[in-house]
């Protein structure tokens, strides 16, 4: 049974192609919008080698209303929207501000002004841990306070929950669901699809596999003096395909009713803190392989802990984080294997 068509804006991206697969063996349609600047094409392969189906895919920017406009024209039975679509380097936003309050809010902005014009009733936005800055008390719940932004990108994310909030609260017909992703690590069990970084990777596991299969002589670890058990950082990192089927589930409370409210925000992540060290631990063990690190100075900015309480989305949205931490960095380590395979890297 055919349940609707949803956009999924970004959908070429990490989260995205793997949430595009869910939707698909969900027995959703999809089409994708992405211009292309943080992925490519062959990602859209991927998803046909998993799902047998090939999603609908415009090349385009979000934050061009004509394009925008143009594609709601043509497919002018999509419920529901899932939100990817962003910049997302929290470094880069530093020095190019402009670029990722510009994206990121006129991306958002003209997907809110146009959704009640085509009558889509369902909004997903993928929101961050960010937003609790270094929090007083961990696990964070969705009432934790909300700590002033420390980078552009992540005072993007706050603004726009504050911008879902107010136009779902002026009375317009949508509802929406915001995520809070923790750490998103891992890949597609297949291999088919998985986390392609530009450049000299800042993120953990990309540094970590890119390490292990030698493309990059070590992985350093910033800090083992915080004052954490082993005194290096402590982060929820949550498997992408678990993050990837709560995509599915919010539009499903949004689309068949489930809930009365108009808004809701929930927390996705393991509700486990793990520490670098201990993550650099498991990759070993669950793989096989060394990875060579070694201890460097603090990276200025990073948060000392954090980490989820899940239990909204345990108990309300009926999701939970159900992949092993070995599973998710054996599958980090295949999709490294597959891209060396391929001669992307
Ligand atoms: P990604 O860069 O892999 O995917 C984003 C996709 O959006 C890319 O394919 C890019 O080409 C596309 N895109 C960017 N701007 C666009 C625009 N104006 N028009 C059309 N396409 C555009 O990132 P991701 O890791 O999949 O993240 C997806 C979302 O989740 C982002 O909003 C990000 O901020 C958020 N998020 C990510 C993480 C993380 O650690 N990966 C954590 C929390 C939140
Ligand atoms: C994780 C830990 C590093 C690289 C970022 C964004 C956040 C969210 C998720 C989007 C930290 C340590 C890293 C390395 C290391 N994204 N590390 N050596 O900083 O938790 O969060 O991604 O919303 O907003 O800030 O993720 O993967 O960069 O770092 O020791 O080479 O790994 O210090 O403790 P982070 P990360």
Not at 143 to 155: E, H, M
Not at 305 to 326: F, R
Request: proline share 5%.
């Amino acid at each position: 049974m055919n349940k609707g068509r949803i956009l999924v804006t970004g959908g070429t991206g990490y989260i995205g192609s793997h949430t595009t697969v869910e939707l698909i063996n969900a027995g959703y349609s999809v089409v994708i919008i992405d211009n292309l600047s943080n992925s490519n094409r062959e990602v859209l392969d991927g998803i046909k080698n998993i799902t047998g189906v090939m999603p609908d895919f415009v090349e385009a920017d979000c934050t061009d209303m004509v394009a925008l406009t143009a594609l709601f024209d043509k497919y002018s039975d999509i419920k529901g929207i899932i939100n990817f679509a962003a910049s997302k380097a929290v470094g880069e936003s530093m020095y190019k501000p402009i670029l990722y309050y510009r994206n990121n809010l006129n991306t958002l902005l003209n997907l809110l002004d146009l959704m009640p014009k085509y009558g889509v009733k369902g909004f997903v936005f993928s929101s961050s841990c960010t937003v609790y800055g270094e929090p007083d008390v961990n696990p964070v719940t969705e009432k934790s306070p909300i700590k002033k932004a420390t980078s552009p990108y992540g005072n993007t994310k706050q603004i726009s929950e504050d911008i879902i909030t107010d136009v779902v609260n002026s009375g317009a017909p949508i509802k929406s669901v915001i995520l809070r992703y923790f750490n998103p690590v891992g890949a597609h069990p297949s291999a088919e699809i998985g986390e392609l970084p530009n450049g000299v990777p800042q993120n953990l596991i990309p540094y970590l596999t890119q390490t292990a299969i030698g493309i990059r002589k070590e992985l350093s670890v910033f800090g083992d003096d915080y004052d954490t058990p082993d005194g290096s950082c402590i982060r929820d990192f949550i498997n992408v395909v678990d993050l990837a089927k709560a995509h599915v589930m919010a539009i499903e409370r949004m689309l068949e009713d489930k809930s009365d409210k108009k808004i809701e925000i929930f927390n996705l992540g393991t509700g486990v803190g793990l520490s670098v060290l201990e993550l650099i631990s498991a990759f070993e063990r669950a793989t096989g392989v060394k990875v060579p690190h070694k201890i460097v100075g603090r990276r200025a900015g990073d948060i000392v802990k954090v980490w989820a309480d899940p239990t909204l989305a345990n108990t309300v949205l009926g999701w939970k984080a159900e992949t092993s931490i070995e599973d998710t960095m054996r599958s980090a380590w295949n999709w490294q294997v597959k891209l060396r395979e391929r001669g992307v890297m």
